[in-house]
């Protein structure tokens, strides 16, 4: 059985994300508060999976777990593209006409905008996670409260559906990485399907110095997938790059990351990885 560390509680996109990543196979989840925690518990036992979400087609990056990957030392083994539908619920017994307030992740209430557009009169309360947010209002009985959450999630905790798909945008993909202990790496991963990468590295604060690190990427003919530059506190001026690569041919690849090396500062490699699946 794999135990797996997600940010969030049962029914939640992560544990969803988690279950279809690990298809047919047994799993414990961890339930964490925060994503410190998920790489907390990683840390504290070597035998646990971290499923973190990375990015969102609609939010964009989540620029903190960047950091956290790099700070952890973990490596990432996998990914998994989920299709996010959201779904307006409350109460069993309570219907559209008794609700004052709607809860859920910040996250979530920004992808559900023209939804709460439509109901001005709904009081919009920022929480910590979508299917915690449906799980308290079903275990406190918190009349005219409503959760934006997961099918799943108001399933699991018993609540009414009155609406599906309220994102505003149908085409809502979130990408979770999978990371383990280094020592886990080469277990976890499918050798024969590496073909992406994720890496970060510092620059010289000089002209031209990022154009020639794509150029060589180029030359090598890997495909960038994302950048994205993180300032690097108390170096004034000076920033981080997290580059996703794909690529054909796994040679060629070590071979570009061992010519650009010469030319960054503080070069790491993330993780190397087969592209994930997406549901849809």
């Not at 308290?136 to 009349?143: D, Q």
Request: aromatic share 8%; charged share 25%.
């Amino acid at each position: 059985m794999k135990r797996v560390a997600i940010q969030g509680t049962v029914g939640s996109y992560h544990d969803i994300a988690a279950h279809k990543y690990f298809e047919g196979e047994d799993i414990e989840l961890i339930c964490c508060a925060t994503f410190e925690d998920v790489f907390v518990s990683i840390k504290e036992d070597s035998q646990v999976i971290g499923m973190l979400a990375i990015e969102n087609t609609i939010a964009g990056s989540l620029l903190q777990n960047n950091e956290l990957l790099r700070q952890s030392g973990t490596q990432i083994v996998g990914e998994y593209k989920l299709r996010i539908s959201h779904s307006f619920v409350c109460l069993p017994d309570e219907d559209w006409k008794d609700l004052t307030e709607v809860n859920s992740h910040p996250i979530a209430l920004m992808q559900c905008r023209e939804f709460l557009n439509q109901h001005p009169s709904l009081k919009v309360v920022e929480a910590e996670d979508t299917a915690l947010s449906a799980e308290i209002i079903k275990k406190e009985n918190l009349r005219g409260h409503a959760a934006i959450c997961s099918k799943a999630a108001a399933e699991r905790y018993g609540m009414k559906v009155l609406q599906e798909g309220i994102e505003t945008n149908k085409h809502n993909f979130t990408r979770f990485l999978v990371v383990a202990d280094p020592w886990r790496a080469d277990e976890l991963r499918p050798k024969s399907a590496v073909n992406k990468a994720n890496i970060v590295f510092t620059l010289p604060h000089t002209e031209g110095s990022l154009s020639q690190v794509l150029s060589i990427l180029s030359f090598y003919k890997i495909n960038l997938t994302k950048i994205q530059s993180l300032p690097i506190i108390g170096r004034e001026w000076e920033y981080q790059f997290y580059v996703d690569v794909r690529f054909d041919d796994y040679l060629r690849y070590k071979q570009s990351i061992t010519a650009i090396s010469p030319l960054t500062k503080e070069l790491k490699i993330l993780g190397e990885y087969a592209e994930g699946k997406s549901n849809v």
